[in-house]
């Protein structure tokens, strides 16, 4: 048998088509299934819906499902077919035609109604407008353009300090706040990343810090990572107001650790691999006096004996910080504190000078005569004083002589031409038992170190007649170190400075030792301690050993 | 989603997620960044590197599970591993950055890199939670049949309604115009029913088709009994026919919150995989 079957449906386009289809078969299914021989789309149409048959010339229809067929309008699970029959599945119109020879069947299907009902509702999001794939590029050429193609067309083709509105800068690539101290040339990134794709270079560095001192001599230690470093290995940008130097210890340690290998023998520092477990005694730098010569030399903290130094002045601390006070001005015990002489210099780090007038001339009054309590030796010059005195006393021909700095010769009058006389002699003895009593008993001697000259008093210069030894209060302690007074504001002076009350001797060094700093200051990681690197005290770039080559090439 | 695929090869994939976050978080705390944590230090770098691969291999599944050709595992076991080695990315990633953030585009990178992560998150409860209510809703039927039932369920009524009044018709047929279903992405996945009908020429709300419903109910009466039949029919039929949208509605639902979750998953993939390049480009143009 051969069926001929013409499908009828409306395109796309909304235009009617008719479809011809032959099949020489005497078994034609219909249903949803693709495998079907007339393949049906409708949800009602069950994958398998129906079959025609061709048994015995005639055709039969069979249904396949429990829904059956609507054949002339009524629903049937099997029926014969004869000549201009209609039958519906779901909105299929079939309509048989049978040839007299009974050998041939058209069947014409009408889809031209088989158009889903639902159609108007959106019922996927698909349906909604809402596409993946054009989101998908939206997004990719928006990211593309936005964050990539402008900011390197307003980079790298048009100036650096272009600025047109609403198209995207480089400041989208921006990673992080930049330190106050580069903020005022934030907005131009070319100033450092010079170059793309290459680590920022010296040269930009350069730019502004021009002379940057080495860590160490270059000519004894010849190592090329210190001579040569890059500027952004240490000193990191985009981290906002945290600090630009990297503080890990493993920057020291990588050397350190055993910097005579590195030095080839030049240092001469120990090893050294962290601070609590491997960091020597504190080396400090004290003054010693040598003759009239001030020396320094260097003397290692050790707990069995404290470091001796020699500045000059006599100051027993005991006495000051007596707990039941010294005489005050008024009468009254005056209880001194550690603040009353050690105050801190602007920024707190170190501490101010000490000297006479700030410190010591409220207690220590420099008045040389009972009946004159408002005349005061000036302090630092002892000709001035010696004249005060003679003018004081009389001794008017004295005090004009002392201008040549040489008095009368009390002892040898005879060397004076045209020659002192007696009254100038009696004059000089006078003086110099003034003198005396001022300096080697009651007055200088009492914070200095005096010595009587006797060549120069004899030969009648009562200026050199006594030697003060100049006051040389050490500030420096630590040569290679750093100490902020102000980052340890929270501690109490004697909390390290704890030999200060005790202390009955000026020679005494009071400042603390390694083990003391140890109470508080460990390495990081240590629990209950204060984590502690290198550079808490350390500097590394140290002037004194010259300047970095920062332009990078080889020296 | 099949409960195997989270548990596939007894949680490999989450022994090995689990592993290398546990790795991660271990080496940020054992490690003490100079000046600050950040994705620029040894271990930033490192877990920058795992990450943007992880992100690339993640992504490669969308290009796996269509391949049906390939012996390289099942689709399963990608998947296993797609979902567990995409929540260790939420620790690698968020460890790389150093909780440096910004409004530029490396934090946007970030920014996608959660918006996927949480979206393929939803997707897995949505997956895990809707296809019993979905499948127990269709009660084994497409949604087109449901739709091809709307169908005789609105000729049923039409067919009902031939017996009323001229404005009764009116009513009948505005509720038919004015049934609301799906539409829009939020109509979708609301709950709320936007139908309407018209009733003596004034728009209202029928949510669920009670108003129209109602308002048939209230004419019922005992002195016409061939008209309170009438009634009676059309009231059943649009009682049926409300049932029907409710049920259509609930499917139109889960099938949007089953969908809902890649319409965002799949275009923010897209969007991570270009702010990644950009990003990787400019770490090393700006290195």
């Known amino acids: 048998m051969t069926i001929h079957i013409i499908r009828t449906r409306i395109t796309s386009n909304g235009e009617v088509a008719d479809g011809h289809r032959k099949l020489s078969q005497d078994h034609v299914d219909i249903g949803a299934s693709n495998e079907q021989d007339i393949q049906l789309d409708w949800p009602n149409v069950r994958l398998r819906h129906a079959s025609l048959e061709y048994q015995n010339n005639r055709l039969q229809l069979v249904a396949r499902s429990e829904q059956g067929v609507s054949l002339n309008g009524k629903t049937v699970q099997q029926a014969w077919l004869e000549n201009d029959d209609q039958f519906q599945i779901g909105n299929h119109h079939f309509r048989v035609q049978l040839t007299a020879d009974g050998l041939t069947v058209n069947v014409d299907v009408d889809e031209t109604t088989a158009r889903p009902a639902y159609k108007p509702f959106q019922t996927r999001l698909a349906d909604s407008g809402f596409s993946k794939r054009r989101w998908s590029w939206g997004l990719l050429l928006a990211i593309s353009l936005i964050f990539l193609a402008a900011p390197l067309l307003q980079r790298y083709v048009l100036a650096d300090d272009t600025d047109i509105p609403l198209l995207p800068n480089h400041s989208l690539w921006n990673s992080g706040e930049f330190h106050p101290a580069h903020q005022f040339f934030a907005d131009d990134c070319s100033q450092c990343h010079q170059q793309p794709f290459a680590q920022v270079e010296n040269s930009a560095c350069m730019t502004c810090h021009q002379e940057v001192a080495t860590h160490a001599d270059p000519q004894r230690f010849a190592i090329d990572e210190l001579q040569n470093a890059d500027c952004q290995s240490c000193h990191k940008e985009h981290n906002g107001r945290t600090e630009l130097i990297t503080g890990d210890k493993q920057l020291c340690v990588h050397c350190h650790e055993d910097i005579q290998h590195f030095s080839n023998g030049n240092s001469k520092q120990a090893n050294i691999h962290d601070w609590r477990l491997s960091h020597p005694e504190i ?20 707990a069995a004996q404290q470091p001796q130094e020699q500045s000059g002045l006599i100051f027993p601390h005991d006495v000051h910080l ?48 009972a009946d004159n309590p408002d005349l005061f030796v000036r302090h630092g010059d002892i000709g001035a004083t010696l004249r005060d005195i003679a003018g004081l006393k009389g001794l008017t021909e004295l005090k004009s002589s002392l201008n040549g700095r040489t008095a009368a010769a009390a002892k040898e009058p005879s060397l ?34 005096v010595s009587r000259n006797t060549a120069a008093l004899e030969s009648g210069d009562l200026i050199s007649a006594w030697n003060i030894r100049p006051v040389n209060v050490n500030r420096r302690w630590i040569d290679d170190a750093e100490f902020d007074h102000a980052g340890h504001q929270s501690m109490a002076c004697t909390d390290c400075h704890s030999g200060a009350q005790t202390s009955e001797h000026s020679q005494d060094v009071l400042i603390p030792s390694r083990e003391n700093c140890l109470t508080c200051h460990g390495n990081p990681g240590d629990s209950s301690l204060i984590d502690s690197q290198c550079i808490d005290c350390h500097s590394y770039h140290l002037p004194e050993h010259g300047w970095m080559n920062t332009t990078g090439e080889a020296q | 989603m099949h409960q195997s695929t989270l548990r596939y090869k007894k949680a490999r994939w989450l022994k090995i997620a689990t592993l290398l976050s546990t790795a991660s978080i271990a080496a ?45 595992s099942t689709v399963q076991g990608w998947l296993s591993a797609h979902i567990y080695l995409g929540m260790g990315l939420l620790f690698i990633g968020t460890l790389h950055t150093g909780f440096q953030f910004a409004w530029n585009l490396h934090t946007l990178t970030y920014v996608l890199m959660c918006l996927v992560i949480s979206s393929g998150f939803f997707g897995i409860v949505v997956y895990v939670r809707y296809p019993g209510p979905l499948s127990s809703n269709r009660d084994n039927r497409s949604q087109a049949e449901l739709l091809a039932q709307l169908d005789d369920a609105d000729r049923q009524v039409v067919s009902c309604s031939q017996m009323l009044d001229e404005d009764l018709r009116a009513a009948v047929d505005s509720s038919l ?30 949510p669920n088709q009670r108003t129209v419903i109602a308002h048939f109910a209230a004419l019922l009466g005992d002195n016409d009994p061939e008209h309170n039949a009438n009634l009676r029919n059309i009231i059943e039929a649009l009682n049926r026919r409300s049932q ?26 897209i969007a991570l995989l270009t702010a990644l390049t950009a990003h990787v480009v400019v770490v090393f143009l700006y290195w």
């Not at chain 1, 210099?345 to 101010?352: C, K, L, N, V």
């Not at chain 2, 930033?44 to 599944?61: M, Q, S």
């Open chain 1, 283 to 302: 080396t400090l730098l004290t003054p010693h006096w040598q003759q009239d010569s001030l020396e320094w030399q260097w003397a290692q903290q050790n």
């Open chain 1, 322 to 369: 007596a707990p039941e006070g010294l005489d005050g001005e008024d009468g009254n015990p005056k209880v001194m504190q550690c603040n009353d002489c050690h105050q801190p210099e602007p920024g707190g780090r170190g501490m101010q000078d000490i000297n006479m007038e700030a410190h010591c001339d409220s207690c220590h009054r420099l008045d040389f005569d």
């Open chain 1, 416 to 449: 004076q031409r045209p020659g002192p006389n007696k009254r100038q002699q009696q004059q000089a003895l006078t003086l110099i038992e003034l003198a005396s009593e001022l300096i080697e008993k009651r007055g200088c001697v009492t914070c200095h170190e």
């Open chain 2, 28 to 72: 940020y705390a054992w490690h003490s960044p100079q000046p600050v944590a950040n994705g620029g230090t040894w271990l930033g770098y490192t877990l920058g590197t795992i990450a943007a691969l992880l992100i690339v291999w993640l992504a490669w599944f969308g290009v796996r599970k269509r391949n049906y050709h390939s012996t390289s």
């Open chain 2, 177 to 206: 115009e004015g049934t609301s279903l799906g539409g829009n992405a939020w109509r979708q996945l609301s709950k709320k029913d936007f139908s309407s009908v018209v009733i003596n020429d004034k728009r209202q709300s029928n």
């Open chain 2, 244 to 269: 029907l949208l409710q049920r259509i509605r609930k499917d139109i639902r889960i099938r949007a919150m089953l969908d809902i979750w890649l319409m965002l998953h799949v275009p923010a993939t």
